[in-house]
């Protein structure tokens, strides 16, 4: 049997995983034999996606590779059963079960780097990307979920353009403005809540608070989208991206499968940078107009211009039919190697153990 300080020690490894917005949408269950990870009704419903939603998977394929990650650090064999409880209850995502492992595991190349993986949407150099480090990338996968390392100028500006495209949508989407306004903390109290996006974690430019703010009411928002203010907010947004040393995109089959698997994979990849020194912005945008674009929740004067963004991200990446862009992340060598991070829930928050009742 695992002792309780060990899984402690697994579900804080967990709940370093990356989510939407830092929404931290999961809860975990000891019972002493399994840990389960489930998706937290009482705390996040309406706050952030919704428990099927392939951002909210992403989350969950990540947390689930950071325990398996730590449990490997303890000579610790995981054994995940997916979805116990079938389309019954699509919300319980994974029973986590845990063997001793005589063996260490062959390929080390990630797994011990879990509790440094972060999130620096700072500026970077302009150094290139070491060819090792791509040739590592190139090999990782999980799955049905594979990984393109994009070091090219020119395809690197193409896909900037996508992110221009998908980010004039977001800004002219309401649901999607209000979830983000939604999760924004500007002030010091609300930082210490503990979820959403801290603004020092940003890298706004001066007077960036001031005007999230004033942008923040819908009612105002649709105004300056009729003077085209979304086209000025989508070109800052797409910025860093056509000016990246490096991209990275998590692709995979745009199903539930697919996406617990890119969420792994994200994981995985994004702390074997970090462990590199090697920095990653992650860009949920593109992934989520096409997303919308999929399940009819993009708004009908925005269908073509998202129809027409799904086309040019097939083609400038050059994926097969059945796949899907899941992630994108910038990547580089960081100007400021210790950015802020936003604040994580207490533990008491994400966790139930019911192992000693």
């Not at 325990?67 to 064999?77: C, F, P, S």
């Not at 745009?254 to 698997?261: F, I, K």
């Amino acid at each position: 049997m695992t002792d309780r300080n060990t899984i402690l020690q697994l579900v804080n490894a967990g709940h370093r995983a990356p989510s939407a917005d830092n929404s931290q949408p999961w809860h975990f269950h000891w019972n002493g034999e399994q840990l389960s990870l489930r998706y937290d009704h009482a705390r996040v419903t309406g706050r952030t996606f919704p428990p099927d939603n392939q951002a909210t998977l992403l989350s969950m394929g990540a947390a689930v590779e950071n325990i398996v990650n730590a449990a490997q650090q303890r000579d610790l064999k995981t054994e995940i059963h997916w979805w116990p409880e079938g389309e019954a209850n699509r919300a319980y995502y994974a029973a986590l079960a845990f063997k001793p492992s005589p063996v260490k595991p062959l390929l080390e190349r990630t797994k011990q780097y879990p509790s440094i993986r972060h999130t620096n949407r700072f500026p970077y150099k302009n150094t290139p990307l070491p060819r090792d480090v791509l040739d590592s990338l190139g090999e990782l996968s999980e799955g049905s979920a594979r990984l393109i390392a994009i070091n090219e100028p020119g395809q690197i500006r193409q896909v900037g353009q996508l992110v221009k495209s998908a980010s004039e949508i977001r800004f002219q989407t309401r649901e999607v403005h209000e979830w983000l306004m939604a999760s924004l903390r500007f002030s010091e109290d609300s930082v210490k809540e503990a979820d959403g996006l801290d603004l020092k974690t940003l890298a706004l430019p001066p007077g960036g608070s001031y005007l999230l703010k004033f942008i923040g009411d819908w009612n105002r928002m649709k105004i300056l989208n009729r003077l085209g203010i979304y086209k000025f907010l989508a070109a800052v947004d797409s910025a860093p991206v056509a000016g990246a040393p490096a991209l990275l995109a998590v692709i995979a089959p745009p199903d539930v499968t697919g996406a617990l698997d890119a969420g792994m994979l994200l994981n995985r990849s994004w702390s074997f940078l970090n462990g590199q020194h090697i920095a990653a912005h992650p860009y949920y945008v593109i992934s989520d107009q096409l997303a919308r674009l999929s399940t009819g929740t993009v708004p009908s004067d925005l269908v073509g211009a998202a129809t027409t963004l799904a086309n040019n991200c097939q083609n400038t990446l050059g994926l097969s039919e059945g796949e899907s862009l899941h992630m994108l992340l910038r990547v580089g060598y960081p100007k400021k190697q210790t950015p802020p991070s936003s604040l994580r829930l207490p533990i008491e928050k994400v966790f139930t153990d019911t192992s000693t009742r």
